[in-house]
Every structure is written in C-alpha cells, then in structure tokens.
C-alpha cells in the first residue's frame, strides 16, 4: 500500500451494516498541534451502530442529515505516537495513547490525527490496547452516569439492566467500588459473567421482570434504553434516580417534567459531549480504578479491520459481552 495511503471504514450513507466499506484513503497529516496515532485497537460499540443507522434521526442534525458528515466512522482508539506536529509538546514519537475523537469520527482507521489538547492521554503500560481503546466507551459513560450524575454513596442499592453488555460490565464494577449493593439484570447465558463482576444479585430478565419484584432502589441505571422511566420508576425509592444513555422523546419528557416535580428523577446525559478537560480527568479516574485492579474491560470478540460488517452485525445482534474490538 502507499505509504501516503492507509486503510479505513468508510460509510457514505446510513443503513443496515453492509454499507460500510474498508477503503484505501489518503493517510492524514498532522496540523501544528496534532499527533499522527498508528491506530492499535479501536472498538465497535452500539452507538456506533447507531450513528451508522443515522438513528434515532434528531441525531442527523449533529453528524449530517442526508449522509455522514465524517464518512470515516469510530470514535475510540489506541495506538503509537508516529509523527508529531511542530507546536506539539505534551506527546513525543514513540507514546502509547488512547483516547475519543467524538464527533470527529475517523478513528476505524489505520492512523488517525487528534490534537494534544483533545480526549487522549498516555496510555498506562498493564492496559493493553485493545482494553485501552474501549475505556472511552462503557467505562467513561458509566463513570460519568454512576459517579458525578447520581452520586452514588456508599450503602446505596443500584441496579444495572443490561449488565453484560460494555457499559453494563463497567457500571457493575464501578457501581461496587462506589460502595453499592449491586444487582445487574441480563439473560441466562450471561449470569455467571455479571456475577464474577462482583453483582451482589443477578436477575435473569428472560425468566423475572424485576419491576414486578416489590424490591426498590436508590438507583436504576438503564444502560441500553429497554426498560422506560413510566415502569422502572415503581422499583424506585423515593427520591430514587432512573438513568439512561440512550436518549427517546417520551424520556426526554420525563427528564424536563421530573426536573420540575415528582420524587423520582429520570436523567439522561451525553458524555462524548463534555468539556474536553472533564472527559480527560474522567479518563485519569477510570485508569485509577482499573489500576486499583477493581475493574477490568470484558472483550467479547475481536476482529480485522476488513471484517467490520461481522463486527457490526455482531452488536446489532443485542448478544454481545462487554466490547468488540478491531485490529487494524
């Protein structure tokens, strides 16, 4: 392949996954205050799925109405430092990084070219790659949901439905470092999984629904959107939290009326949108839990780069277990 060239996965129009395409691309070249990452691992995750779909489509307005904006899709990565720009500072030639371009995209891709001051940190050296690429997704999201929007305290009850999936694996872990009592809700064959995370109790949803159980709690964090506030809230305590990081128009009604009144709160956040300073402190603080060995980043599967439809078709499946990662 050129050397002015590289490999990445492209998609020109929304849809199912067989649109996307890995195509030869021109390599980008570091501005004055970017570094060049030779891209390691960079996960697939749902929203990623999502934005591929162009849903849900009040999301058009951020990424492109028609097509996308960045046809270079993924947002996580990890990598080797590989060229620097002139004004570049905090990084050298050689680092390990990681790190989220957000909506920037471009990161399923050979090299990738983040500015210093963006969402990318030196990558610690027991963290491998493909763990690191990963960070940014499930952890970071439930880090921000668990610990700066609910606050979770110390004796608390959480619950996590979806819990074997990649925020779910992390909230479970992160939920039990907080201190909480943990349940986290899967289905059968992922049981023995949420329980060697650390969950006090696992409800398996194909057989209980937890919300007709009588048990409450303190929080419930809803991390794939299954479960609405209108049911979750009777399994709530008062002044009980539901959260969700998948954003509808019936749970964003309930966020601005439950804001106003009620006991209950239902809260949603988009966390790839914070300041880029917030996100990075947020990065430090996972990679401290994880250096604390008191969470690890369950991956499911891994795959090439030119096998990125498998990849995708994999999560749109709703079977996957914590994350999936490509090699490029």
Known sequence: MNTQSMKAVVAETYGAADILQVKEVAKPTPKANEILVQVMATPVTAADTMLRQGTPFYGRLFIGLRKPKHPIIGTGFAGQVVAIGASVSKFKVGDEVFGETAFNFSANAEYICIAENGVVDIKPEHISFEEASAICDGALTSMNFLKEIAKVKRGQRVLINGASGSLGTAAVQL??????????????????????????????????????????????????????????????????????????????????????????????????????????????????????????????????????????????????????????
């Open 175 to 328: 939920a039990k470092y907080l201190g909480a009592e943990v349940t986290g809700v899967c289905s059968t064959k992922n049981v023995a999984l949420v329980k060697s995370l650390g969950a006090d109790h696992v409800i398996d949803y194909t057989k209980t629904d937890f919300t007709k159980l009588g048990e409450q709690y303190d929080i419930i964090y809803d991390t794939i959107g299954k479960i609405s506030f209108t049911k979750a809230k009777q399994a709530l305590v008062k002044g009980g939290q539901y959260l969700s990081p998948v954003l509808s128009m019936p749970l964003l009604f309930q966020v601005l009326r439950t804001a106003i009144v009620g006991h209950k709160k239902a809260k949603f956040a988009a966390t790839g949108t914070l300041p880029t300073e917030v996100l990075r402190q947020m990065m430090k603080n996972v990679v401290k839990v994880m250096e604390l060995g008191k969470l690890r980043l369950v991956i499911d599967r891994r795959y090439a780069l030119e096998e990125v439809i498998k990849a995708h078709q994999h999560v749109d499946s709703g079977r996957k277990r914590g994350n999936i990662v490509m090699i490029p």
